[in-house]
């Protein structure tokens, strides 16, 4: 619709700056203005003068409810008004009749001063102004409701609709399973046959295909496909992990990139790592990257085995095969191919317990 110009109104209202499912009200206007097929869209009202349009079509910032289609039906009018309850949601007219307006009641009233006939079109059940914050809850319900359906009407098998909340802005492949409880938020992009959730948090980030994500939080970061998080992790800080990944239960991940085939299966934490493929970090493992003042870097090669309860502390330099064993901590760089352990020496007295215990070592009761 090249000839119309499209105001939206009512933007000085309190509520109008309510951001509801990730946009304002103003957006969630323009957005359906938008898919109606007008392009030229004004937030405010100004006087160009510049006659280029044929139209003008007005929206409240208040009536974020008001679908492409109506506003398709609403253009094709000469003079009309999408209302509800005597309300005008949106105002159609030609492009000279109105041509100072701070809201819809003030362009409706331009309207009809001029003596023009304006036919009013009443909405559906569905129109509700953003009047209060009961009113946004309502509206957001509504909302939620038609994204949810257009996600599932694209393949996206979302279980608990109710209980979901997936920004308008993300993309989902088809097959995918949203279970209960998930918020996924921005530009996120979800590929095709996953498992999200449940209670499970994604912001601006990339999921590849056939990956699940259990119970775990993720924020600007990228997964590969064929991968496992959770549950219980937490990925963070513009992480990049590759394919065929295992990060289990309690494990964290700030701004590393981790390569093909690498597992780390529970409560291990590696922030500011460059990990290569097919690397083991076990339990309890411990990028040490931060020492008080400076963050620094972690490099571990290909294949290499990370015994558990280990300390890797930055910066330091792991090779290729390298396999360091369980409760070693390591603070210089180790070659390709080498065997590294870092325990101190036990000191044992047989017998020395009974004085901690207050037992008797012969008998076993306590003295």
């Given at each position: 619709m ?20 990730e ?22 009202m ?13 929206i ?13 039906a609403?253009?094709?009018q ?17 492009g ?22 304006v ?6 059940d569905q ?6 914050y009961a009113?946004?809850?309502e ?12 996600y599932m ?13 997936i920004?308008?802005?993300?993309e989902?492949?088809r ?9 996924i ?7 095709r ?6 209670m ?11 990956t ?5 939080q993720?924020?600007?970061s990228?997964?590969g496909d ?12 513009h992480?990049?992990?590759?394919n ?6 309690f ?6 990139d ?20 097919r690397?083991?970090?076990?339990c ?17 090669g ?37 065997f590294a352990i ?8 047989e017998g020395g ?12 009761k306590?003295?």
């Open positions: 090249q000839d119309v110009k499209a105001f939206i109104l009512d933007n000085a209202s309190e509520m109008s700056h309510q951001k509801i499912l946009r304002t009200p103003a957006e969630w206007a323009a957005e359906a203005v938008r898919r109606a097929g007008i392009d030229d869209i004004i937030f405010g100004e006087t160009d003068g510049d006659g280029a349009y044929k139209k003008a079509l007005f409240s910032a208040l009536a974020p409810l008001v679908t492409p289609e109506a506003i398709r609403l253009a094709a000469s003079c009309a008004a999408l209302v509800s309850d005597g309300r005008a949601a949106a105002l159609v007219c030609c000279a009749a109105v041509s100072s307006a701070p809201d819809m009641d003030g362009a409706l009233a331009a309207l009809e001063g001029q003596s023009h006939s036919e009013r079109i009443e909405c559906d129109m509700i102004f953003l009047d209060g009113q946004k809850i509206i957001s319900n509504i909302l939620r409701s038609r994204i949810m359906a257009a009407a694209n393949g996206v098998d979302i279980r608990d609709p109710y209980n979901t909340t920004s308008p802005d993300a989902i492949g097959g995918t399973v949203i279970l209960p409880g998930c918020l938020s921005g530009d996120t992009k979800i590929g046959d996953c498992l999200i959730g449940p499970s948090v994604i912001c601006g980030s990339v999921i590849g295909d056939r699940t994500v259990n119970a775990s993720i924020y600007d990228r997964i064929d991968c496992t998080v959770g549950p219980f992790a937490h990925i963070r800080g992480a990049r992990l590759g065929h990944l295992r990060v289990g239960n494990v964290e991940i700030k701004k590393s981790i390569g093909d085939g690498t597992k780390m299966a529970h409560l291990a934490y590696c922030g500011d790592a460059k990990v290569g493929e690397v083991n970090l076990g309890g493992t411990i990028v040490v990257n931060y020492d008080g003042k400076n963050k620094s870097l972690t490099e571990i290909d294949g290499a085995f990370i015994g558990s309860n280990s300390n890797l502390v930055a910066p330091v330099k792991i090779g290729a095969d390298v396999f360091i064993a369980a409760g070693s901590t390591i603070a210089g760089d180790l070659p390709d191919g080498a870092a325990r101190s020496k036990p000191y044992v007295k317990a009974y004085k901690y215990l207050k037992k008797d070592g012969k008998t076993g306590e003295t």
